[in-house]
């Protein structure tokens, strides 16, 4: 599977497409999700702490790169009203299946060309491994999309990878660096809290839920 993702990925990118190769893996899974590599059919373990003591009853809230809902549906059972969107289509498709009657929005929308409307709209915005998936050639682009569709007030929340150093890695994925974080900042973002975690699938590697508030 490591391997058809690496090939996917560099097949896309060398059409300049950097997204398309999501609607691959969805389609290719044939409605098993053992194989799609980020599908745990479960919340996020720190959006599920978070939510528990955080107030987000009737809050605005947008989940990014949704995948197959998990992070939408505990953001809902907690009150809030949620639009969640992923590039692929049939991701979509799958979250409306598992979800047939859920109070969750469900759309296709592109990261990287949003619909105006949604700037500084929202008051939770839950992104999860979007960022470290696309390339850090785009990484700017990406970083001002998500920091723009927030409403001053509001609350980000990041879950991620992290590297130490600004060195060019080869991917996906693509940790985030400290830098690259520090961008959130020209927007009027201020860190308020970081939780590291470990994946037990990769002890090793450094990963972080990162809440941010938006001035």
């Known amino acids: 599977m490591r391997k058809k993702l690496e090939n996917l990925v560099t097949e896309y990118q060398q059409k300049n497409d950097f997204t398309g190769w999501f609607e691959d893996i969805y389609t290719d899974a044939l409605g098993n999700p053992e194989q799609v590599p980020w599908a745990k059919m479960q919340p996020h373990p720190c959006l599920e702490n978070w939510v528990k003591i955080a107030n987000i009853t009737k809050k605005k809230a947008l989940v990014i790169g949704c995948g197959l809902g998990d992070d939408s549906e505990i953001l809902a059972q907690y009150k809030a009203n ?53 390339p850090i050639t785009i990484r700017k682009e990406v970083i001002e999309a998500i ?19 600004e060195d060019t890695i080869d991917g996906p994925p693509w940790p985030v660096s400290e830098a690259e974080l520090s961008q959130f900042s020209e927007y009027g973002y201020q860190e308020i809290n ?22």
Do not use: M
Not at 90 to 115: G, P, T
Not at 147 to 165: E, N, W
């Open 82 to 134: 949620v639009t969640a969107f992923d590039i692929a289509p049939s991701s979509i498709e799958w979250c409306q299946k598992r979800f047939n009657n859920s109070s969750v929005n469900y759309l296709v929308a592109d990261l990287l060309n949003l619909d105006n409307s949604w700037k500084n709209s929202f008051e939770i915005i839950f992104e999860s491994r979007t960022i470290q998936a696309l």
């Open 147 to 165: 920091a723009t569709s927030l409403k001053p007030g509001g609350t980000l929340l990041i879950v991620t990878r992290l590297r130490d150093t």
């Open 194 to 215: 970081r939780i590291p975690y470990i994946d037990t699938n990769n002890p090793s590697v450094k990963q972080a839920l990162i809440e941010y508030q938006r001035n």
